[in-house]
């Protein structure tokens, strides 16, 4: 055997341990992530639609309208597969279901990868992709954005795939139907429609040679894939179209009906449960960054580096660093990926196409009104492969300045292994403070109950289910200051945020008739009950003017008679 053959050998067997090796981390990560969602759910969203919708349609027989509650308007492809465990009284299922979509998305970018750079960069991307903060955060919950993050992404390379092979139309087509599965799974996918269908003439002009370049079959690939976009959008387009004359109903609710008077389902939002400046600001139209300046004190350069502090800054539940985390890694490396001259004419244009989708995306969802990470995390995926790219490109860079020509060195590879070991370092620790935030051990371990775990969570609990004991399922019982959270109650809630222009109170205090009777109005709308939070209603009330107290204190007359008071909420009969 010749050096040359030996050093192969060596080098292959090296290959096979870090497959396996990488395998082996998969393995716990998915472990570890599935260990983290096999608790009762208790994450704001969950509770107030993605559960509570489906339970709703369980309840009633099938898909009603249900105007109290705004989302259930919103397309819920993924609220449809989570009726299906809730039917057999399961609720911690629908947590795996949404994170099979992430899992789906990881094999999507394995699978690109190991075509394009190897099985060990596939397997690398693969768990980069799912070991990144905010994935692991929505892999755990039960929310939809995994799923349009999975059908977006299958929508993006397909329309690769569809180049690639010489646009097939089979491929863009496919391609379509997923992008149209995307906006059915979250009114996000409306961007990724704008932006696909945009990229769709592009791709096929720059991928096909000059001589068979066609404006006019350009613009017909165009067409078909958004019907077939449309076609796969169009159950939910048809049924808010049926329900409210606005098949985007509740968005831009003006453009369909000019005259139509305010509803509940207008005026309820689970953004917050207090009056707090920033829902003034943005409920009076301000932008989100006269908002952050105000709130924040952020300077002009803070505002301008906003897409930058977006993978550095990022923190869960804190609305100021953007409710979400993701990892400056994905941005460096990203970055990277152009700095180096790419392999192949493909090559480079797909690096073109995958960044700019994550930029469109990125800053057309940036200039809203509310900076959520969650909001963008469907270029989470496109920057994983870019980062991929930037580690290929990095090591081979490497490897011909310290090893010459001819001469093989492990001094590139062994760079490489040790901006990846950082790379997943610092997700795996976001992932083990995860074990302390959600606190699984104890409930798998049968040392608490469900019920104990769920109060752990939200106080509210156990004075809701001591109303679902006593109360009938059709009573209705007025919810002042429970952010919406309607699952876990198996009477009718009637939700009020008293701050809420569109809210009961608001509306009875803004009536000119002096004789105006607030237990009137209530009797009228069959309330027969009120739970509230005791902090919040008592700030509220402490703020209105002696006049409008004289007004609202006789609902409250049976407050220092409580049926039921704990944690912090209170329930009692009107």
């Not at 460096?332 to 090559?347: D, N, Y």
């Not at 469109?360 to 909001?375: E, H, K, P, W």
Request: aromatic share 14%.
């Amino acid at each position: 055997m010749n050096p040359t053959d030996s050093g192969k050998s060596s080098s292959g067997v090296t290959d096979k341990y870090i497959i396996w090796g990488l395998i082996a981390i998969l393995a716990l990560l998915v472990a570890a992530t599935v260990f983290l969602a096999s608790v009762p759910p208790v994450d704001r969203d969950a509770l107030t639609h993605h559960l509570f919708v489906p339970k709703l349609w369980l309840q009633h027989g099938g898909i009603y309208e249900i105007p109290e509650i705004p989302f259930s308007y919103y397309p819920m492809n993924l609220d449809l597969l989570y009726t299906i465990p809730l039917y057999f009284g399961n609720d911690i299922v629908p947590k795996y279901i949404h994170y099979l979509f992430a899992l789906l998305t990881a094999w999507l970018i394995h699978r690109y990868l190991n075509k394009r750079l190897g099985s060990a960069y596939g397997l690398l991307g693969a768990i980069f992709f799912l070991s990144i903060p905010i994935i692991v955060k929505l892999s755990i919950t039960v929310y939809v954005d995994l799923g349009l993050v999975f059908f977006t992404t299958a929508s993006l390379l397909l329309m690769l795939h569809w180049a690639e092979k010489g646009f097939r139309l089979r491929y863009l087509l496919l391609a379509g139907l997923c992008c149209g599965l995307a906006a059915g799974t979250k009114y996000n996918g409306l961007i990724s429609i704008f932006v696909l269908t945009l990229f769709v003439p592009i791709i096929f002009q720059r991928s096909t040679g000059k001589d068979r370049q066609s404006n006019g079959r350009a613009l017909l690939y165009g067409l078909v894939f958004a019907v077939a976009t449309f076609v796969a959008f169009s159950p939910w387009l048809i049924r808010n179209y049926v329900w409210t004359g606005n098949p985007i109903y509740p968005l831009h609710n003006s453009l369909f009906q000019k005259d139509q008077k305010p509803t509940v389902a207008d005026s309820q939002s689970t953004a917050g449960e207090a009056p707090n400046t920033l829902q003034q600001l943005t409920g009076e139209g301000s932008g989100a960054f006269p908002s952050r300046k105000i709130l924040y004190h952020e300077t002009w350069w803070q505002a301008l580096l906003l897409p930058v502090r977006f993978f550095i800054e990022g923190q869960d539940d804190n609305p100021r660093f953007f409710d979400g985390k993701l990892t400056p890694f994905l941005l460096v490396l990203s970055i990277l990926a152009f700095m180096f001259r790419p392999s192949s004419p493909q090559e480079g244009l797909e690096k073109k196409i995958l960044l700019s989708f994550a930029l469109l995306y990125f800053f057309l969802t940036f200039f809203q009104q509310a900076l959520r990470i969650r909001y963008i995390v469907p270029i989470v995926p496109p920057l994983v492969i870019l980062s991929m790219y930037g580690l290929r490109g990095l090591k081979d860079v490497l490897g011909r300045r310290t090893g010459g020509k001819n001469v093989k060195t492990p001094t590139a590879a062994v760079i490489v292994t040790g901006i990846s070991c950082l790379m997943l370092g610092y997700n795996m620790h976001y992932l083990l403070k995860q074990f302390a935030t959600v606190a699984p051990l104890s409930y798998l371990r049968g040392e608490i109950t469900r019920e104990q775990y769920i109060t752990a969570y939200r106080p509210e609990y156990p004075a809701i289910q001591y109303a679902n004991s006593l109360l009938p399922p059709d009573a209705k019982v007025l919810c002042i200051y429970l952010g919406n959270r309607g699952y876990y109650m198996n009477f009718q809630p009637v939700f009020e945020q008293p701050y809420d222009s569109s809210g009961i109170f608001s509306t009875f205090l803004r009536l000119n008739d002096q004789k105006k009777d607030i237990l009137k109005l209530i009797s009228k709308k069959g309330i027969t009950h009120i739970l509230l939070r005791d902090d919040l209603t008592g700030t509220w009330f402490n703020l209105l003017t002696p006049q409008q107290k004289t007004f609202i204190s006789p609902i409250f007359q049976n407050l220092t008679q409580p049926m039921f008071k704990l944690k912090g909420h209170t329930l009692f009969r009107i």
